[in-house]
């Protein structure tokens, strides 16, 4: 059964960090592109950050550009998302995803990924 467990979510002040970890189980996911979204309250799920099998394409939402930072760590099936200067308008709950299509260009719609977290909560205060 396939899993993906974020963590490293909680409360954090504005201009404060935050590494949020997803592991994944039940296969291995070196061969696949992984991605972070977001959703706050009464809002549609959003593209945070992308990474392609590699490590070596990455996406990024415009929001967060220049002050998140995707990685991945495929020895350990794991993916990680680093947060810095994080604002109020950053609190959500973050998704990781995987999709199904090995070698896929890391895609920026939650409709080509096919594997979801249940999500971790991230709040940043003023």
């Known amino acids: 059964q396939v899993q993906l467990a974020e963590s490293g979510g909680g409360l954090v002040q504005a201009g404060g960090s935050l590494r949020l970890s997803c592991a994944a189980s039940g296969r291995s996911f070196s061969r696949n592109a992984m991605g972070w979204f977001r959703q706050a309250p009464g809002k549609e799920r959003e593209f945070v950050a992308a990474?392609?099998?590699?490590?070596?394409?990455?996406n990024y939402a415009d929001s967060v550009k220049g002050r998140f930072t995707i990685s991945r760590d495929n020895a350990k099936n794991t993916v990680y998302l680093q947060m810095n200067s994080l604002k109020p308008e950053d609190t959500a709950v973050y998704f990781c995803a995987t999709d199904l299509i090995p070698f896929a260009r890391p895609s920026i719609s939650t409709t080509d990924y096919r594997y979801w977290g249940q999500g971790t909560q991230v709040t940043v205060s003023s």
């Open positions: 990474i392609s099998w590699s490590g070596g394409t990455m």
